[in-house]
């Protein structure tokens, strides 16, 4: 069987989404939805199938069986409920949503509807973040000693829709980048974080929404971990690893200082982002995946675990393991990108009963310690957790 496809929003996302669902013989492209008319003549010239101009009407498709939903962060609850109601199996970007109360409501949905959903945190799919993961839990090490991860990006300086500016529609890195570093952290630690402590800050008011965090996690076993972002576009992680990138190419060391120069030359930046999304004239060529040769393992900025006899941290193809006896490499195969791995999984468990592991509940938790950055900053205090669920195995 393939999973006819009905992608909601044909924005920049869908432009990263579609070569993968194109060349993915589980998966089948058969509709869309989007407020530019545009745009869906552009998805007919390429796929055919239907167009429709509301997400509720490409949910009602017979012809389709499950929505990708990619549009802006504060209609993701919304369109995520109506697919379940319509019977629609779904994969959402992160995050989630934007409240504890909208993900209960959209995990209710689904288990109401019978249908699987799936929360799109790419980067708790990485191979190396997945081997890390696997490492630990067998024990090889000893115990888990602490997390770090630290990623310094050009997030903010990149052009930008209002709404993603705006920290109330779900704009900024908390909301952007958060799930991310939240999701691949509680993958290794075991998922159940205790308590969070945290900062987030608004350092530039031209960019009207929090730009940096820290934050230091408890997990309920006593194991800490800390989360740095800084997306004001000086320094740049990359530099630590070779100059591999968040998609595992090659970045340009000058990547942060081009980005902030051409913002500060663009009048449009609405215009700029329109012309960034499927059928802009900016969008690139969606129908080819990126040559595998000259790809890397993924790098969300720099991931460090400690254990009672050694640490890991990820190299351009793998991992680096410092154990008693030196450092070696693990080399890990360049295949299985986040992507491909999440629609496999949402197939094997519409195809084959298999569970899904990144399901609403982990969603749901993850969301929970980002929001618990924003709660901890205000009230300047530990903020413990209730929703918390064990990582996937």
């Not at 996302?13 to 530019?36: F, G, H, K, W």
């Not at 999701?183 to 290794?188: E, S």
């Not at 930046?269 to 012309?275: M, N, R, T, V």
Request: aromatic share 8%; hydrophobic share 35%.
């Amino acid at each position: 069987m393939q999973l006819r496809f009905g992608i909601a929003g044909l924005g920049v996302a869908s432009t990263q989404i579609l070569p993968y669902l194109l060349n993915n013989p589980q998966a089948r492209i058969v509709a869309a939805a989007d407020v530019r008319p545009a745009a869906l003549d552009q998805f007919e010239r390429d796929f055919g199938g239907e167009m429709f101009l509301s997400v509720e009407d490409l949910c009602k498709s017979p012809n389709v069986d499950t929505i990708y939903v990619c549009k802006p962060n504060h209609l993701h609850a919304e369109h995520v409920i109506c697919a379940a109601e319509h019977g629609k199996h779904v994969i959402v970007e992160k995050p989630m949503a934007l409240t504890l109360p909208e993900c209960e409501a959209m995990n209710a949905a689904a288990e109401r509807n019978g249908t699987h959903l799936l929360c799109r945190h790419t980067h708790s799919f990485d191979p190396p973040i997945r081997k890390m993961r696997e490492i630990v839990k067998s024990g090889e090490l000893g115990r888990l000693g602490t997390i770090h991860s630290w990623n310094y990006t050009d997030l903010m300086y990149r052009p930008r829709m209002p709404h993603e500016l705006d920290t109330a529609c779900g704009g900024g890195a908390v909301f952007i980048q958060g799930p991310h570093q939240v999701d691949l952290v509680r993958l290794i630690g075991g998922g159940l974080v205790r308590s969070v402590r945290g900062v987030a800050a608004i350092w530039d008011e031209t960019r009207p929404s929090e730009g940096a965090y820290t934050a230091f996690l408890e997990f309920e076993d006593g194991t800490p971990a800390t989360l740095v972002y800084n997306g004001y576009g000086h320094f740049d992680t990359a530099e630590l690893h070779y100059w591999v990138g968040e998609g595992g190419q090659r970045r340009d060391p000058e990547t942060n200082f081009q980005t902030r120069a051409r913002l500060r030359g663009v009048a449009d930046e609405a215009g700029l982002k329109e012309s960034m999304r499927y059928a802009g004239e900016r969008a690139g060529d969606f129908a080819h995946l990126p040559d595998a040769s000259e790809r890397h393992q993924p790098f969300f900025g720099v991931t460090l675990v400690s254990c009672q006899r050694g640490d890991l941290r990820q190299s351009p193809d793998g991992l680096y393991l410092y154990g008693d006896d030196g450092k070696r490499e693990i080399s890990l195969p360049r295949g299985g990108r986040a992507r491909e791995a999440e629609v496999d999984e949402l197939y094997q468990a519409v195809a084959h009963d298999r569970p899904v592991f990144h399901d609403g509940r982990w969603g749901e938790a993850t969301l929970e310690v980002c929001l618990a950055i924003y709660e901890s900053t205000r009230e300047r205090r530990d903020v413990l957790l209730s929703h918390q669920v064990p990582s996937p195995e």
